[in-house]
């Protein structure tokens, strides 16, 4: 495993609702453990995950914004395969730190380095962005401008895949218990109930959306597929068709 620390001042709103989480190692590696994650998700996770790696390939090369707690990270590993690449940035210092010594050389496809994934540079292009319960924890500006890096970093052909939450359904049993929790705890989240995600995209057209939902609509996974060049093409083309029909028809 390889890493690179850059010297990055964490954003205030990190600073303020998740200190006590993420700068404090004790508790980061009690809530890392697998019975923590599931339970935290109402037994999801695995659910969750799987979405996840069905859509990797082997050697694949492979973004992820942010550092998770549980497995996920070993997973996405495990499929793309010593010869893939996977790189993960963060802002944080110290889970960059914790998760140097977890995981070790365990994985040679794997690059831990710190940047803010709102802000960083895309140096290249990768067959598969991941942001896995990651938006949940930032606010609206910020949202938009991770999920805008997340598209750019995508090859033509290539998918983005968003892991988080969703707007249950009125009769779920757990939303409004959810929506408190939330409130107190995760102060960002309501929004992902409130606005798609594919709505803070600044070039939409660009990309094929696909959503699924689970556990009665409270988690969703969004895959953004970007369009290459002939599929653009063909819907320029249809477009225009659709124009000029609209015409005659006037």
Not at 18 to 30: A, Q
Not at 42 to 70: A, C
Not at 171 to 193: Q, T
Request: proline share 4%; charged share 20%.
């Amino acid at each position: 495993m390889k890493s690179r620390n850059n010297t990055i001042n964490l954003p205030p709103y990190a600073d303020i609702v998740y200190s006590d989480i993420y700068n404090n190692l004790n508790r980061s590696s009690k809530l890392d453990s697998d019975f923590s994650v599931k339970l935290r998700s109402f037994f999801q996770y695995d659910r969750l995950v799987k979405s996840v790696t069905r859509e990797l390939l082997l050697n694949q090369t492979v973004l992820q914004m942010g550092l998770v707690f549980g497995y996920e990270i070993d997973a996405v590993a495990q499929k793309i395969g010593a010869y893939g690449q996977y790189d993960i940035i963060d802002v944080n210092p110290v889970q960059i730190a914790r998760n140097q010594k977890k995981y070790g050389n365990m994985y040679p496809c794997l690059n831990l380095i710190q940047q803010d994934a709102s802000t960083f540079n895309v140096n290249e292009q990768y067959d598969c962005v991941i942001c896995f319960m990651l938006l949940q924890e930032l606010p609206s500006q910020t949202k938009s401008k991770v999920i805008n890096n997340a598209l750019r970093a995508v090859k033509p052909g290539g998918r983005v895949i968003f892991v988080d939450y969703h707007n249950p359904v009125f009769w779920h049993p757990l939303r409004y218990w959810v929506r408190m929790y939330n409130r107190l705890y995760h102060p960002f989240a309501e929004k992902l109930w409130d606005k798609g995600i594919e709505t803070y995209a600044n070039n939409r057209t660009n990309f094929s959306w696909r959503k699924s939902t689970y556990f009665g609509g409270m988690y969703q996974r969004l895959i953004a597929v970007k369009k290459t060049d002939s599929l653009t093409d063909l819907d320029n083309s249809i477009m225009k068709q659709e124009t000029t029909a609209n015409f005659l028809n006037f």
